[in-house]
């Protein structure tokens, strides 16, 4: 039967050396190269933007950057002093919201994953987490405004603002979730139903174990999402200024009004007149590094579990 | 074709029809297995013969699409109609084709089932251990390193570890789909031997690719092709120069499949 012959094939038949050049491998070799150096530049170029934020960031902030900078309050009219009640007040924000978001989507995800049949009902629910995850954020604070500030009489208070957080992060965290326990193999549960063991019985002793990283990075990911966002955090709790006492750890209470970071920054850069261009910088370094010091823990956190990892 | 039940049937299967939606796998079958004996069970790729080993322990369930009608019944009773489904894959054995370490130690894989049952004494625990992974010929190449990973055995290894972890939960029924194909043929004789041992207390369904293997080991073998069962019967008779059908001749003796 007659085959077509390749071109490398070719070329050795007619007779060259074993390892002789043809002009379609030193094509194939050139094309090689140029496609290594297309992937190579997209990567330099998306690190650039990058390392050019984080640059600018620190030498604009530098002159203000100080631990008295972190630890102090705000003083004359924010033109002077420090953040701490923002800081703090973001740290409850993102701690509450995670505290209320994680056990609900990682359990929710579980049912998703292990349990639901592939019905009409399982079908709109994950049409409907898929979706959530696309709200933009400011209809997510609308809807925190209504449902937490008013339905519920919350009123402006941390734990509405964090429950807004709360509802914004779930789908995402249900959606990572999810990711990692499908990526536990089939084979693995099959081997454990063969053997008489329950669906429960098959996600505690083989699943969860397996998928611990994945579903830690996925919710660790989101701090930086519910410290980050504005917005649902303006309609529902976060406020100009709130006086509380230096280095205070428990400065809130749950229903009272509280300061955030990005908020704050906000605030900074368009309301307040005759201000040191360094203090806007240094928030927003603070800002930005306390998401990146959680992020390279997630990232420690996912190394060490994957060293451990078992097939 | 029926075949009527003897009165030591240990499993009953009667009009066993099988599709995963439009396309039907098992095509109505009929036949039983009596207690403590080797059913041999041979045919060509697609024949069924995982299918019909997924109806036996009711893991089929978890097949999305997956319509079965008929009947299986264990010991008279019928397994759709059982409320304990787990107590059921208890009974049955099940050794996969494909080896799978669960990702624990090689203690933890063979007393993994136990456990599911509710067994917690550390000395049952550890006997079963042991008498399992002898009896997979696997005890003397782990037994200094039982707490190390199930996953990092080679293939091989995995493949007895399985067999372990079927017998782990003293099942009555034993079912080993394609168990010697990672094995070398020296450990392979071996499980034999242990097999030949079990069917004292046990009824063995061994679905194989290797004819050979199915008359060596079986007393009884069953052809399926297609869907369809072509032939069962004692071993004498199918793998003489005269079985009951044709084809079942033509398979055997490498004319075709």
């Known amino acids: 039967m007659h085959q077509p012959t390749q071109p490398d094939t070719a070329a050795r038949r007619a007779g060259g050396a074993p390892f002789s050049q043809t002009d379609f491998g030193?094509?194939?070799?050139?094309?090689?190269?140029?496609?290594?150096?297309?992937f190579l530049a997209m990567t330099l170029l998306m690190v650039a933007p990058l390392v050019a934020i984080v640059t600018h960031l620190v030498v604009e902030a530098w002159p203000a950057l100080s631990l008295e900078f972190l630890l102090d309050v705000p003083r004359e009219r924010m033109t002077a002093g420090g953040i701490w009640p923002a800081f703090v007040?973001?740290?409850?924000?993102?701690?509450?919201?995670?505290?209320?978001?994680?056990?609900?989507?990682?359990?929710?995800?579980?049912?998703?994953?292990?349990?639901?049949?592939d019905s009409w009902f399982n079908r709109v629910i994950n049409l409907a987490v898929i979706n959530l995850a696309g709200v933009p954020s400011i209809v997510h604070a609308l809807f925190g405004l209504g449902a937490f500030v008013y339905a519920a009489r919350f009123g402006f208070s941390v734990i509405a603002a964090s429950l807004t957080l709360a509802i914004m992060t779930l789908p995402v965290i249900i959606a990572s979730t999810r990711e990692a326990?499908?990526?536990?193999?089939?084979?693995?549960?099959?081997?454990?139903?063969?053997?008489?063991?329950?669906?429960?019985?098959?996600?505690r002793?083989?699943?969860l174990p397996n998928s611990t990283s994945g579903i830690l990075t996925g919710i660790i990911l989101q701090v930086s999402r519910a410290a980050g966002e504005t917005a649902p955090v303006m309609f529902t709790g976060a406020v100009l200024?709130?006086?509380?006492?230096?280095?205070?750890?428990?400065?809130?209470?749950?229903?009272?009004?509280?300061?955030?970071?990005?908020?704050?920054l906000y605030v900074l850069t368009t309301q307040v007149p005759n201000l040191a261009q360094s203090i806007p910088y240094a928030t927003a370094v603070v800002l930005l590094g306390?998401?990146?010091?959680?992020?390279?823990?997630?990232?420690?956190?996912?190394?060490?579990?994957?060293?451990r990892k078992r097939w | 074709m029926t075949t009527p039940a003897a009165p030591t049937a240990k499993i009953e299967v009667e009009?066993?029809?099988l599709s995963y939606g439009h396309r039907e796998a098992l095509h109505g079958i009929s036949f039983h297995v009596k207690a403590n004996e080797i059913l041999g069970v041979i045919g060509p790729a697609q024949s069924g013969k995982t299918s019909l080993l997924r109806c036996l322990n009711r893991t089929i369930d978890f097949v999305a699409g997956a319509h079965v009608s008929g009947a299986i019944r264990v010991d008279g009773v019928d397994v759709r109609r059982m409320r304990d489904v787990f107590d059921l894959r208890r009974r049955i054995g099940m050794v996969a084709p494909l080896p799978v370490g669960l990702p624990m130690s090689i203690y933890d894989n063979v007393a993994f089932a136990p456990r599911c049952a509710g067994l917690t004494a550390k000395s049952?625990?550890?006997?079963?251990?042991?008498?399992?992974l002898r009896q997979a010929a696997l005890w003397d190449e782990v037994k200094d390193r039982i707490g190390s990973l199930g996953t990092k055995l080679s293939g091989g290894q995995q493949q007895r570890l399985t067999i372990a972890r079927a017998l782990s939960h003293q099942p009555e029924i034993l079912c080993l789909d394609e168990f010697s194909i990672a094995i070398d043929p020296v450990t392979t004789m071996r499980i034999e031997d242990v097999l030949k041992e079990l069917k004292r207390e046990v009824t063995i369904i061994l679905v194989t690719n290797l004819t050979q293997q199915a008359r060596r080991l079986a007393d009884r073998t069953m052809f399926l092709m297609a869907g369809d069962l072509v032939e069962i019967g004692p071993n004498e008779v199918v793998f003489s120069d005269r079985p009951a059908q044709r084809k079942t001749f033509d398979y055997i003796s490498g004319l075709f499949g």
């Open chain 1, 89 to 117: 007040g973001t740290i409850y924000l993102v701690v509450i919201s995670l505290a209320v978001a994680a056990p609900i989507g990682v359990l929710a995800a579980v049912y998703l994953n292990e349990y639901a049949k």
């Open chain 2, 15 to 17: 009009g066993l029809r």
């Open chain 1, 205 to 207: 002793g083989v699943v």
């Open chain 1, 290 to 307: 306390s998401v990146l010091i959680v992020n390279a823990g997630a990232i420690g956190l996912r190394v060490w579990l994957r060293n």
């Open chain 2, 124 to 132: 049952d625990l550890d006997a079963i251990v042991e008498r399992c």
């Open chain 1, 241 to 264: 200024y709130k006086a509380v006492e230096r280095g205070s750890l428990l400065p809130y209470y749950l229903d009272d009004q509280c300061m955030a970071l990005s908020m704050h």
């Open chain 1, 26 to 38: 030193r094509h194939k070799i050139r094309r090689e190269a140029v496609a290594r150096a297309v």
């Open chain 1, 181 to 203: 326990l499908s990526a536990v193999p089939m084979s693995f549960r099959e081997a454990c139903w063969n053997v008489g063991a329950t669906r429960w019985q098959t996600i």
